[in-house]
């Protein structure tokens, strides 16, 4: 391993073997580096603008989420997985996504497969590894947008999952089942 891989590496663990090149100038790396190195690399792909996804056998870097990382790391720094996606990703309720919502503090061109959530004061957490829309708060935005059994099956499962939410899940089910 190089001394630029070296330096990757981090960046490629955080977001699940993606490099966003806003992270890469946070880290204090030249771009141009990381696109020559790219081009050289049969183990990187160039996955997206401003994004680049090292194919490493690093057993640190969790594939199973690398998409929804990508997708979240191409939006920029302070993007996160929101609504009835950030349900889906965390396994509450059966939600059936088949597109990304991800919240930005600034409007976004469109793009197929992704529906971006101009929301500038919303609070995430890390959910293996990719920023994501706390429980709580993706449930109150979720449920105007689900059907009456997906709504059902995401209370039952906050229910049993965040006992200590009871009135904020009580009041949802009134509202919305």
């Known amino acids: 391993m190089n ?7 981090p960046i490629a663990r955080k977001w699940a073997g993606n490099i966003p090149t806003w992270e890469v100038r946070k880290a204090g790396i030249d771009p141009s580096a990381v696109r020559h190195w790219a081009a ?6 160039h996955t997206g603008r401003g ?3 090292w194919f490493s ?8 989420s690398s998409e929804a990382a990508r997708l979240v790391s191409q939006a920029g ?7 009835p996606t950030a349900l889906e990703f965390m396994e509450i309720g059966d939600v ?9 503090a600034t409007r976004r061109r469109p793009r197929e497969g992704v529906s971006w959530i101009v929301e500038h004061d919303g609070t995430w957490e890390l959910y293996n590894g990719v920023p ?3 429980p709580m708060e993706a449930a109150v935005a979720s449920m105007p947008l689900l059907e009456w059994d ?28």
Do not use: C, M
Not at 77 to 83: F, I, K, S, V
């Open 77 to 83: 720094e302070g993007a996160y997985l929101w609504g």
């Open 40 to 45: 050289n690399n049969p183990n990187v792909r």
């Open 51 to 53: 994004v680049y996804t």
């Open 3 to 9: 001394t630029l891989e070296r330096k990757l590496l």
């Open 150 to 177: 997906k709504r059902v099956s995401v209370l039952e499962d906050l229910r049993r999952r965040f006992p200590e939410a009871e009135t904020v899940i009580a009041a949802l089910e009134r509202e919305y089942a």
């Open 132 to 134: 994501t829309q706390s």
């Open 96 to 104: 059936g996504q088949n597109y990304y919502d991800i919240a930005v």
């Open 57 to 64: 056998h690093d057993p640190q870097i969790n594939w199973e």
